[in-house]
């Protein structure tokens, strides 16, 4: 008889923990579950010649990328960059001189580098930094405090343009800021309110430096959005998914009348990075065509043209050690990943792709 129960208290046991387990799955995957509709077009060819190195940490990110190297800030020391070579092979550190007195909000500092020229910036004073490569010293910028923003797109190394919550107009802006000082442009109608003119629209700005132009990307539906450098709308444009409205709860909050969100949001698009053809989109959301496990051990991307916003296909990046990406970035012939504490390299396969044979504008 003791047997017996101990039997079916093994077994009731075993059961509760499948329910358990069964009911954390089911709210991990819920969002990429919930939100079908859709079909992506995989290529297994588009990425070869995979190269891992271990980087140490993982509070690295892409600070930049030139012809040769890959250059990489660090969130929790923003004064050392670790600089690479795209194959890998060569590993150089970068010391970075502050301007003495500047009163910066270390810990927030993000570091940017072209071929030539070093950003800094951090939304908290809010404050610019700018530099040249040869000498590493950076000039110090204190912006408004109405141009608390989100990472920057910089056009020139006097320009930048930001997007940032105009409470005058109760909605986030974009805002072409000039270091010099001189008159700033705004548009406060390029981005589409849907619940409260902030979460609603919260994304971030990617860059394509050689035609001039940025995408704004939303976080939570599947929309995108193209602009020039004068902040002019050159289109908008979906996503292959189908969450058309952001799904956000926000609740206001009464000792300082600010709002946050209630509750976890669903995340469609994660990530992005664009150049002069493409816009890379780190999709949060599964397919109607796409294995549950592969889509659980991989990050997936769609490609979309850069110049109407079109989809093009969709790509694969595997996990690493249970870990998914970062940070990514990528140019005409080589795509750059940080999984967790590694840094990740593939070459585009076919780099004739990107010049437009398959390209649908």
């Known amino acids: 008889m003791q047997n017996l129960k101990a039997r079916h208290f093994i077994t009731g046991c075993f059961l509760l923990a499948i329910s358990v387990i069964s009911i954390v799955y089911f709210f991990v995957f819920k969002e990429t579950l919930y939100h079908g509709g859709f079909q992506r077009n995989f290529r297994s060819d588009f990425l070869s010649d995979r190269k891992i190195a271990n980087i140490g940490f993982n509070s690295y990110y892409i600070a930049g990328l030139t012809r040769s190297r890959i250059y990489l800030g660090n969130v929790t020391a923003p004064t050392h960059l670790l600089s690479l070579s795209h194959n890998l092979d060569n590993t150089d550190t970068i010391r970075l001189a502050f301007p003495k007195g500047s009163k910066l909000a270390r810990p927030r500092l993000m570091i ?9 910036w951090e939304n908290v004073t809010p404050s610019v930094l700018t530099g040249r490569m040869t000498d590493r010293s950076l ?3 204190t912006l408004e405090p109405r141009h608390l923003f989100s990472t920057p797109v910089i056009l020139s190394p006097a320009t930048l343009v930001v997007k940032s919550y105009d409470s005058l107009v109760g909605r986030s802006v974009f805002s072409k800021i000039r270091l010099d000082g001189s008159a700033e442009d705004k548009k406060a109608d390029v981005l589409e309110t849907q619940i409260d003119g902030y979460f609603c629209t919260d994304g971030f700005l990617t860059g394509d430096s050689k035609n001039v132009r940025m995408a704004y990307i939303y976080y939570y539906r599947n929309q995108f959005v193209c602009l020039d450098s004068n902040l002019n709308l050159l289109y908008s444009s979906h996503t292959i998914d189908t969450v058309s409205t952001a799904h956000i709860k926000v609740s206001g909050l009464a000792a300082d009348n600010s ?6 949001p669903m995340m469609v698009n994660r990530r992005g ?4 053809d493409w816009i890379f989109i780190q999709s949060g959301l599964k397919s109607d065509n796409e294995d549950l496990n592969q889509f659980g051990s991989s990050s997936v991307i769609d490609v979309y043209s850069a110049g109407k916003g079109k989809y093009q296909f969709s790509f694969y990046i595997p996990d690493i050690d249970g870990q998914k990406i970062l940070y990514f970035n990528f140019n005409e012939r080589m795509l750059f990943v940080i999984i967790d504490h590694y840094l990740v390299t593939y070459r585009i396969k076919h ?9 649908q504008q």
């Open 112 to 120: 940017y580098i072209d071929s030539i020229n070093i950003y800094g």
């Open 139 to 141: 000039e110090y910028y």
């Open 259 to 264: 709002q946050r969100l209630s509750s976890p």
């Open 273 to 276: 990075a664009m150049n002069s």
């Open 351 to 359: 780099p004739q792709v990107i010049a437009g044979s398959l390209l």
